[in-house]
């Protein structure tokens, strides 16, 4: 059984986690300070880090029910969900029937505004671990306990990853930090080269000292590089000034250093016993009983099942929300009918659900239009394992097989450090260990990988990302069904290559400004 490190404070130790969104530097109400209770207890610190990384993986301390951050909906709250939502929904690959306010306009990539709650709920949900990651860091300022420079460093990752995201979604947002923390005025807006300085001095700032070995599900020296490898290659996306090499040194030290290696089983990465599997970098953690959460891979498995179409027992749920279907844009990649999946000798392509579903789709609100992704699943990998209603499959924020398809990206774009012939070494090694075709190099264009990528890392949270780096987003070069709206795809603004600064953030610091087009 895997070891979860997600820990249920007290009701007084998580008092200090309660803060308002809209005031970043609100003193928490507790019994006891956090010196105090670091001063009284040292090895306290171990449960405190935890219940940070836990605003990754769940909504809130008191079980699926509960929310760090105010939400009508305390599933909706999570990490996970928005980073599915914002970063998959929106992209080419996956859709969701639900026709919620606010879900519609991500599904359809149109008529995004400012009052969207998906924009407001991904807003919150990082600027509440931000102040949380600074009150930490304030009182570990003052306090002795064990292991306290590695401590300190996780902290800061986990901050930084909050900030990463801010870069990655809204372009910009405000710069909340220990040094400011208690400041009484609203923070001054943070534009996103701002933000991204920070970021990157951050990162190399703790990456020399962090350690290189972690328990499982907490950051190390390389899930350190592998933030930094992701700033880097999209440095041009975000600062306007490309940073290829910069990403290389990183991608190589992960590749080099790590000593991570690909699973020869890719259904595993993805089963409820990935623990186990030597390519994952860094997961969100998730547990059936004593984790629970409606946000984690819960979402993922059950929002893809539903019993209309789909024996739920045999992914090992016990309930189906009847939502999420790809389409053609991702199993298309694969052949251009059912039968062609099914005649594919790839592993990819057979992790779809295609009997009593079309593949076209015609409509996005229609269950059967499209096939369900079973890309995940609550079984373990042999296929065994009661049905739960809550997923214990760990989701893979970071594993070897994208840092491999970045370093081929980045051979590609001519970046120092890398060579074409190990670029194809590395993309052959992820296709064969899915039974794919090897490719030969003149095969090695940067249209194979947006597409290989596709292949192998869709609905795991950065498609949209993806395509904006490829210039594949907005405009209408590339089209998938239901872009802008339309069900055969359309074109879309550059302003949609960020989100719109949530109506409650705007009014809660006046110093910020809208996006432009919202």
């Given at each position: ?171 910009k947002g405000v710069l909340a930090t220990e040094v400011n923390f208690g400041q009484t005025q609203p923070l001054p807006e943070a534009s996103r080269i701002d933000l991204f300085n920070y970021v990157e001095s951050e990162l190399l700032a703790i990456e020399p000292v962090i350690r290189t070995t972690s328990s499982y599900g907490r950051a190390n020296r390389y899930v350190v590089d592998m933030l930094l490898a992701k700033l880097y290659i999209n440095a041009e996306v975000y600062t306007g000034t490309p940073r290829w090499s910069d990403a290389a040194t990183y991608v190589n030290k992960v590749i080099n250093e790590g000593g991570y290696s690909l699973d020869s089983n890719f259904v595993r990465i993805f089963s409820s016993d990935n623990n186990s599997s030597p390519e994952i970098i860094f997961p969100l953690l998730a547990e059936s009983l004593t984790s629970q959460s409606y946000g984690n891979t819960t979402y993922i498995v059950n929002g893809s099942l539903s019993s ?211």
């Amino acid at each position: 059984m895997k070891k979860i490190f997600l820990i249920l404070l007290s009701i007084a130790t998580l008092g200090m986690y309660t803060s308002c969104i809209d005031d970043l530097d609100t003193e928490p109400i507790t019994e006891l300070s956090l010196e105090e209770l670091l001063a009284s207890d040292p090895n306290a610190v171990e449960g405190l880090v935890s219940r940070l990384y836990s605003t990754f993986a769940l909504t809130g301390p008191s079980g699926p029910g509960s929310s760090d951050i105010d939400s009508p909906d305390p599933g909706e709250s999570a990490f996970l969900r928005a980073i599915i939502n914002l970063q998959d929904f929106t992209a080419d690959a996956m859709k969701n029937r639900w026709g919620d306010d606010g879900l519609d306009q991500l599904t359809t990539t149109s008529d995004w505004d400012r009052n969207n709650k998906f924009f407001k709920l991904f807003y919150d949900r990082a600027y509440y671990t931000i102040p949380q990651c600074n009150n930490f860091l304030q009182a570990l300022d003052v306090a002795d306990f064990p292991d306290e420079e590695n401590i300190v460093a996780e902290t800061r990752f986990l901050r930084a990853l909050a900030y990463y995201n801010i870069i990655d979604v809204f372009g910009k947002g405000v710069l909340a930090t220990e040094v400011n923390f208690g400041q009484t005025q609203p923070l001054p807006e943070a534009s996103r080269i701002d933000l991204f300085n920070y970021v990157e001095s951050e990162l190399l700032a703790i990456e020399p000292v962090i350690r290189t070995t972690s328990s499982y599900g907490r950051a190390n020296r390389y899930v350190v590089d592998m933030l930094l490898a992701k700033l880097y290659i999209n440095a041009e996306v975000y600062t306007g000034t490309p940073r290829w090499s910069d990403a290389a040194t990183y991608v190589n030290k992960v590749i080099n250093e790590g000593g991570y290696s690909l699973d020869s089983n890719f259904v595993r990465i993805f089963s409820s016993d990935n623990n186990s599997s030597p390519e994952i970098i860094f997961p969100l953690l998730a547990e059936s009983l004593t984790s629970q959460s409606y946000g984690n891979t819960t979402y993922i498995v059950n929002g893809s099942l539903s019993s209309d179409t789909m024996p739920l027992a045999q992914f090992g749920a016990t309930d189906g929300w009847t939502g999420h279907r790809a389409s053609k844009g991702w199993y298309g990649l694969f052949g251009n009918s059912a039968a062609e999946l099914g005649a594919s000798n790839d592993v990819r392509a057979s992790l779809f659900w295609t009997t009593g579903h079309n593949f076209e789709m015609s409509d996005y609100r229609e269950w059967t239009d499209g096939f369900p992704s079973i890309k995940f699943r609550n079984t373990a990998s042999d296929g065994s394992g009661n049905p739960v209603g809550f997923s214990a499959t760990d989701f893979p924020f970071y594993r070897l097989s994208d840092v491999y398809l970045m370093y081929a990206e980045l051979a590609i774009r001519g970046a120092a450090g890398t060579s074409m012939n190990d670029a194809l070494t590395y993309v052959n090694d992820v296709r064969t260990r899915s039974n794919a075709d090897a490719v030969g190099m003149s095969d090695l264009t940067l249209e194979f990988i947006i597409d290989e990528r596709a292949r192998e890392l869709n609905l795991e949270g950065m498609r949209r990302s993806d395509l904006i780096r490829f210039n594949k987003f907005t405009g209408g070069s590339y089209i998938w069904p239901w872009k802008g709206g339309t069900a055969s795809g359309s074109s879309i603004s550059d302003d949609y290559k960020l989100f719109p600064i949530p109506a409650t953030a705007l009014q809660a610091n006046p110093n910020l400004t809208q996006n432009p087009g919202y």
